[in-house]
């Protein structure tokens, strides 16, 4: 089992849908949650993290997190054409070493 | 604030060749990392230096890939040498020494080996 498995999509939605991504774990000894943006031909940029379980918001950006189920989600409302990137789910794993998820690779159609 | 650089950008070379790529960290960032990224995955980290030692070589193929950053600021990534399987982005990426900081990455340089 890998130790961070997560969706490739592609994922496509209209302007204004609301995006829900996903990722799934393996070490419950994982203490940060990160998501990261990546525009092609770019390195990933970070979105947001969180620590403990729970959600987070963040403007039109919200993360969760249950550690019970080894579970995080991001989720995008009123998604923008310009929101089009892979989205990166990564988990720290000790040592500040990330570990990351394939990416899923979203398109918000105008 | 400059941002973490990287050269070359892009790189086509023949298998069994050499490549070496550089990265210049955002200054005052104590450690640095080299992810490879293969197309369709996510980073998958390479090596992570502290200053100018090393923290984390575990996925390092040391048969054929070196790293190295003297003086603790810049670094270079070196295959030798090169196998198709190396064609991938590879990313540097640098942070502030601390529990949890966040890492900056720089743009990648695109490696195509044929």
């Known amino acids: 089992q890998k130790e961070v498995e997560q969706d490739p999509g592609p994922l496509s939605v209209p302007e204004g849908a609301i995006v829900s991504l996903n990722c799934t774990y393996s070490?419950?000894?994982?203490?940060?949650f990160m998501w990261y943006r990546q525009y092609s031909r770019k390195g990933p940029e970070l979105l947001m993290y969180?620590?403990?379980?729970g959600n987070k918001e963040d403007g039109r950006f919200t993360a969760q997190v249950d550690k019970s189920s080894k579970y995080i989600s991001l989720f995008i409302r009123d998604s923008q054409p310009s929101d089009s990137a892979t989205y990166l789910c990564a988990i720290e794993g000790g040592s500040e070493k990330l570990v990351f998820g394939k990416g899923t690779k979203l398109t918000v159609n105008p | 604030e400059a941002g973490v650089a990287q050269s070359p950008r892009y790189k086509i070379i023949e298998k069994r060749q050499s490549v070496a790529f550089w990265c210049n960290p955002i200054s005052g960032h104590a450690t640095l990392y080299w992810y490879q990224q293969i197309l369709g995955q996510g980073p998958k980290l390479l090596i992570q230096f502290q200053n100018n030692g090393v923290v984390d070589d575990s996925q390092l193929p040391k048969d054929r890939f070196s790293a190295e950053r003297l003086k603790g600021v810049d670094s270079t990534l070196k295959i030798q040498p090169a196998k198709l399987e190396d064609s991938a982005v590879y990313l540097c990426a640098s942070s502030l020494l601390g529990l949890f900081n966040e890492q900056f990455f720089g743009p990648g340089t695109r490696l195509t080996v044929l």
């Open positions: 070490n419950s000894a994982f203490q940060y």
């Open positions: 969180t620590y403990s379980s």
